[in-house]
Nanobody, 114 residues
Framework: QVQLVESGGGLVQAGGSLRLSCAAS??????MGWYRQAPGKQRDMVAT???????NYADSVKGRFTISRDNAKNTVNLEMNGLKPEDTAVYYC??????????WGQGTQVTVSS
């Protein structure tokens, strides 16, 4: 099994930046990504990245967020710039194995003040 541990969340003012990191216990993963969930809302995809570096972003974060991956270190990062109050949520690291297993981190809180 794979264990995912997120870090880098915190409180930031609107327009500020944060960088989230996720460390995986194994490097036998196809797609990794970040999802977020605000209170009372569903968990939505923010950004994903394949082992080869192909990325996909939610329309709401395009141009502001950048996902990256270091396969040698078993890490995936999310650079968040120009943060808005509506970005406030718990951010979860996700990883999928080649056999279809789905793994989740415990989540890290991101709060953006007006």
């Amino acid at each position: 099994q794979v264990q995912l541990v997120e870090s880098g969340g915190g409180l930031v003012q609107a327009g500020g930046s944060l960088r989230l990191s996720c460390a995986a216990s194994r490097n036998i993963l196809s797609v990794m990504g970040w999802y977020r969930q605000a209170p009372g809302k569903q968990r939505d995809m923010v950004a994903t990245i394949t082992r080869g570096g192909n990325t996909n972003y939610a329309d709401s974060v395009k141009g502001r967020f950048t996902i990256s991956r270091d396969n040698a270190k078993n890490t995936v990062n999310l650079e968040m710039n120009g943060l808005k109050p509506e970005d406030t949520a718990v951010y979860y690291c996700n990883a999928k194995s080649l056999l279809g297993a789905d793994f989740w981190g415990q989540g890290t809180q991101v709060t953006v003040s007006s």
